[in-house]
Structures are given as C-alpha cells and as structure tokens.
T-cell receptor
C-alpha cells in the first residue's frame, strides 16, 4: 500500500520563476487536498479536489497559484512568479469518500531566493 | 468558523514517563472529528489517533489515549511510557462531519513541540 507521494521533495528557485509540484494520492482516494505549512505553524488549507473537480480554494491561494487534477488521479500545484513569501512546505493529502481520516505526503519544500 | 488552539508551544518529558498535550477547539457543530497528528523531524504528518464526536468513549491506540470533553470542547492527548521516537511536533486538528466543500478540510492548531529526554 503506497502512501501519498510528492515530487520534488525540495526546490530552490529564484524569485520570479515558476515552479510546479506534483502529488500522487493513495490509490482510489477521491479527495485530494493541498496545504501550506510555514515554520512553527500548523498546515493551512489551500485547495481541495473531489475527483477532477476543484471544489474549494482558500483565499490564501492567490492568482499566482493554480492547481489541477486533470484525470482525477495525480494533481499539480503551480506557483507563477514566485515571491520570497512563498517559501514554505507544500503538503498534499488524500482521503477516501467514506471515512474521515486524511493522509499526508512527505511534503515539498520550496525556498525562494 | 471553527478554530483549534494548542496553548503549549513546547513540552518536555522524561523517557518512560507520561505526558499530556492540550487542545481546545471552538465550533457550533455537533458532529465532527478530532485528530492528533505527529510530525517528526522528517516532516511527514502521521495520524496518531482519531475521535468521533458522537462517541462518548475516549479513543485509545496503544500508548496514546485522548481525554475528549465535548461540553468543554477539550481534546487532550496522553502519551504513556514515552519513547525517544515520540519526539516530534504534535498537531491537533478538527474536521467537520460533512464531506462537501470546506466541511471536508482539516483545521489545525499551531502545534506542540514534544522533546523526550533520555
């Protein structure tokens, strides 16, 4: 049973560049979530997919952020024109339609220099 | 809106001793779930224990147990016989019972950093 996998695990980018993170959820999990976590804080919700439909976006998700889940399987989170304030860990998580537990990946660390 | 508060930024426990981490939450809902997640230095968030609000019995998972006080909106985690591997950030989280929209998302506290002394 493979867990939620994220790629890349670490990314260093220059300010103004675009970055993309990929998430592969647990097989057959319909729901997929993206969270952002900064040092010393708990994760904050960014967006949520039910299959391929993006059902909710947080106000934290500015216009520079876009997420997709084209076939209801893996998801990508793209950040355009990165800023230093985007430096954080981006966590992906998934859950089945039934059952309340949400399972997390190892996260993708982003450092914007 | 629901909120989760963890008032202990850091805690320390001696190996083999017992420690209790505190969590309070605010909600107007009657049906929901509460979780404790552990995030070791490797940073992957791992589920420790889950409590359904409709259950009066406190959840237990091996050395981990909770004290769920629904009326007081309190949800503390007790770790018995602490081990070095228990050292991590512990997050309390709330999830609404509904599965649609924001009701399906986790709301986290700021976490408690637990250190275990040998």
């Amino acid at each position: 049973d493979t867990g939620v996998s994220q790629d890349p695990r670490h990314k260093i980018t220059k300010r103004g560049q675009n970055v993309t993170f990929r998430c592969d959820p647990i097989s057959e999990h319909n729901r997929l979530y993206w969270y952002r976590q900064t040092l010393g804080q708990g994760p904050e919700f960014l967006t949520y997919f039910q299959n391929e439909a993006q059902l909710e976006k947080s106000r934290l998700l500015s216009d520079r952020f876009s997420a997709e889940r084209p076939k209801g399987s893996f998801s990508t989170l793209e950040i355009q024109r990165t800023e230093q304030g985007d430096s954080a860990m981006y966590l992906c998580a998934s859950s089945p339609n039934t059952g309340p537990t949400i399972y997390f990946g190892e996260g993708s660390w982003l450092t914007v220099v | 809106a629901q909120t989760v508060t963890q008032s202990q930024p850091e805690m320390s426990v001696q190996e083999a001793e017992t420690v209790t981490l505190s969590c309070t939450y605010d909600t107007s809902e009657s049906d929901y779930y509460l979780f404790w997640y552990k995030q070791p230095p490797s940073r992957q968030m791992i589920l420790v224990i889950r409590q359904e609000a409709y259950k009066q019995q406190n959840a237990t998972e091996n050395r981990f147990s909770v004290n769920f006080q629904k009326a007081a909106k309190s949800f503390s985690l007790k770790i018995s016989d602490s081990q070095l591997g228990d050292a991590a950030m512990y997050f309390c989280a709330y999830r609404s019972e509904g599965y649609g929209g924001s009701q399906g998302n986790l709301i986290f506290g700021k976490g408690t950093k637990l250190s275990v002394k040998p």
